[in-house]
């Protein structure tokens, strides 16, 4: 079936970059995503990259993805103690066709020390 | 703009009692899906609503239902409550189907089954 898998956590210093990485396993999802849950609160879409795309930027993130390995990663550049989070990568299912549901990872746990 | 509203963002109930939860989504959003997190099985699709029509169902037991109405809001109800339905409730809400429609989520409701 299909399957989202990321590493649980992650430590970095403030000012170094953090490099979330995440498998899939549906070669059919057109886009990935990944979002952001603070503690408390519901989740934020930070970006998508579309299947036909290697790389997005936006700001202080890029998305790197490597259609033929389903290998996606979430890269944040000058990472602060404000992006301490659980990070998801998400897929859509392909049930229902492009329309199915977000299948999501259980998560990556960003701690970011001072 | 209002982001998506669920209501309450807390509960508390006991085993074998019935619940319902509120969602109102962003104004001219008209997909609403529901998901279940949980620490043991992370983010997992409940339904999605549009037009008022249930259009995809996860794999949950029966004792968990919804609807939207024609404004767009939507309630999840879950009967017979058991322990292990204690999670946070997610809604999403988006402008129509497709994957190139970003989700997005309310603050949850988090129940509590004792």
């Known amino acids: 079936g299909e399957d989202v898998e990321q590493s649980l956590f992650l430590s970095v210093r403030e000012g170094d970059s953090s490099v979330i990485n995440c498998t899939y396993t549906d070669s059919s999802s057109t886009y990935l995503y990944w979002y952001k849950q603070e503690p408390g609160a519901g989740l934020q879409l930070l970006t998508y990259?579309?299947?036909?795309?290697d790389m997005k930027q936006d700001q202080r993130l890029t998305v790197l993805l490597n259609k033929k390995d389903k290998h996606l990663s979430l890269r944040i550049a000058d990472t602060q103690t404000g992006d301490s989070a659980i990070y998801f990568c998400?897929?859509?299912?392909?049930?229902?066709?492009?329309?199915?549901?977000?299948?999501f990872g259980k998560g990556t746990k960003l701690s970011v020390k001072p | 703009k209002a982001g998506v509203t669920q209501t309450p963002r807390y509960l508390i109930k006991t085993r074998g009692q019935q619940v319902t939860l509120s969602c109102s989504p962003i104004s001219g959003h008209r997909s609403v899906s529901w998901y279940q997190q949980t620490p043991g099985q992370g983010l997992q699709f409940l339904f999605e609503?549009?037009?008022?029509?249930?259009?995809n169902k996860g794999n949950f037991p029966g004792r968990f239902s919804g609807r939207q109405f024609s404004n767009s809001r939507s309630e999840m109800n879950v009967s017979t409550l058991e322990l292990g339905d204690s999670a946070l409730y997610l809604c999403a809400s988006s402008l129509a189907r497709g994957e190139h429609y970003g989700y997005t989520f309310g603050s949850g409701t988090r129940l509590t089954v004792v």
């Open positions: 609503y549009f037009s008022e029509t249930q259009r």
């Open positions: 998400a897929e859509r299912s392909g049930y229902g066709g492009s329309q199915g549901n977000l299948i």
């Open positions: 990259i579309f299947s036909n795309m």
